[in-house]
T-cell receptor, first 114, second 114 residues
Framework: GQQLNQSPQSMFIQEGEDVSMNCTSSSIFNTWLWYKQDPGEGPVLLIALYKAGELTSNGRLTAQFGITRKDSFLNISASIPSDVGIYFCAGRSLTSGSARQLTFGSGTQLTVLP | EAGVTQSPTHLIKTRGQQATLRCSPISGHTSVYWYQQALGLGLQFLLWYDEGEERNRGNFPPRFSGRQFPNYSSELNVNALELEDSALYLC?????????????FGPGTRLTVT
């Protein structure tokens, strides 16, 4: 099945710093999504990307759909304590046909130090 | 607009029993997806229902099954529970047509098998 490699696995940063994480796949994807999950809760959709090269922002968050269509990036600027959580990338492969389920990365655990 | 709801919040069962988990999608969404998230791991796709039909299933044994009702709510049944079934079970919903790859998650049901 499809696999997504998400890195880094975990990050410890100081409040106010910028954060970058990425996701790569072995096949071409036509949709990339980024989610954030707080402990004991369901993932919350942050950003959706549909076109290669697309750059989309949501407040301090910016995500990009890679030109090769095999990767995506998420940046968080000026991190704050409430940014703590697990960030997941998710995507849909071009070869999925009519299937709409998503493939998820393994997550990036973000810790923001005061 | 109400989000995706799931019940119960927590469920404790013993090995060999059956568990039933419920999900109500966002109003207007016709697709429901079920994912399993074992502790510390990513989301694994279980089942996808759309318009009352099972459209796709992940790499899980047949004892994981479910259905979607005419009001688009859904049930996940897990028979002959095993210890390794202990996990957070997440339900997500999406609309059909444009933007149908954007899935919105409920808070999850924490299933513990003893």
């Amino acid at each position: 099945g499809q696999q997504l490699n998400q890195s880094p696995q975990s990050m410890f940063i100081q409040e106010g710093e910028d954060v970058s994480m990425n996701c790569t796949s072995s096949s071409i994807f036509n949709t990339w999504l980024w989610y954030k999950q707080d402990p004991g809760e369901g993932p919350v959709l942050l950003i959706a990307l549909y076109k290669a090269g697309e750059l989309t922002s949501n407040g301090r968050l910016t995500a990009q759909f890679g030109i090769t269509r095999k990767d995506s990036f998420l940046n968080i600027s000026a991190s704050i304590p409430s940014d703590v959580g697990i960030y997941f990338c998710a995507g849909r492969s071009l070869t999925s046909g009519s299937a709409r389920q998503l493939t998820f990365g393994s997550g990036t655990q973000l810790t923001v130090l005061p | 607009e109400a989000g995706v709801t799931q019940s119960p919040t927590h469920l404790i069962k013993t090995r060999g029993q059956q568990a039933t988990l419920r999900c109500s999608p966002i109003s207007g969404h016709t697709s429901v997806y079920w994912y399993q998230q074992a502790l510390g791991l990513g989301l694994q796709f279980l089942l996808w229902y759309d318009e009352g039909e099972e459209r796709n299933r992940g790499n899980f044994p047949p004892r994981f099954s479910g259905r979607q009702f005419p009001n688009y709510s859904s049930e996940l049944n897990v028979n002959a529970l095993e210890l390794e079934d202990s996990a957070l079970y997440l339900c997500a919903s999406s609309r059909s047509g444009r933007g149908s790859y954007e899935q919105y998650f409920g808070p999850g049901t924490r299933l513990t098998v003893t």
